[in-house]
């Protein structure tokens, strides 16, 4: 039988056939291989079970506010991912969805820029005196946080994490 992986449930799995019918199975009812397959997909999941795409990492930066610091951190800053577009250097070329900075107490220098990669990266920039500089992010399964790619010669914060995360 040929089915796509929907999700999981627990420790199930839902699987849809190519007449759209759905089902959900345990995975020790397939092959090896597939459930090797099965077994590397699960680390491809977030926390509900949902795969991770651009949709769902769109549903994850807009549900809540983020961090850049270290849980405990009297330095901390939140982001607020809104669905609104910006247009950074005022070009007439939108940069992306606005990307709200604020402290604890006020807010925080200019809007920013965001918007996810197909492959559900979030990518952040910000307009310098000179240019638009640009990070790259990619979604950690296990922390929850979002991770910069490259340390080095990629402009932004290290990571941003779930601000209500104790």
């Known amino acids: 039988m040929e089915a796509t992986l929907i999700?999981?449930?627990?420790?199930?799995?839902?699987?849809?056939r190519g007449d759209g019918k759905t089902f959900t199975l345990a995975p020790t009812m397939f092959s090896e291989e597939d459930q090797k397959y099965i077994t590397e997909a699960r680390e491809r999941t977030d926390s509900s079970g949902e795969f991770w795409s651009k949709e769902r990492a769109i549903y994850h930066l807009t549900r809540q506010k983020w961090a850049t610091k270290e849980v405990g951190s009297t330095r901390s800053r939140y982001q607020n991912f809104k669905r609104e577009k910006i247009d950074l250097d005022g070009d007439g070329k939108l940069d992306g969805y606005k990307l709200w900075i604020q402290s604890t107490s006020t807010s925080y220098g200019r809007a920013r820029a965001w918007e996810v990669t197909d492959e559900g990266n979030l990518i952040v920039r910000y307009?310098?005196?000179?240019?638009?500089?640009?990070?790259?992010?990619?979604?950690?399964?296990?922390?929850?946080?979002?991770?910069?790619v490259k340390k080095n010669f990629n402009?932004?914060?290290?990571?941003?994490r779930p601000a209500e995360e104790k």
Do not use: M, P, Q, V
């Not at 310098?128 to 910069?148: H, N, P, V």
């Open 127 to 148: 307009k310098s005196s000179s240019s638009i500089l640009e990070g790259e992010y990619y979604y950690d399964f296990k922390s929850g946080y979002f991770i910069k």
């Open 155 to 160: 402009y932004g914060e290290n990571f941003y």
């Open 7 to 16: 999700r999981f449930k627990k420790d199930k799995i839902e699987i849809k």
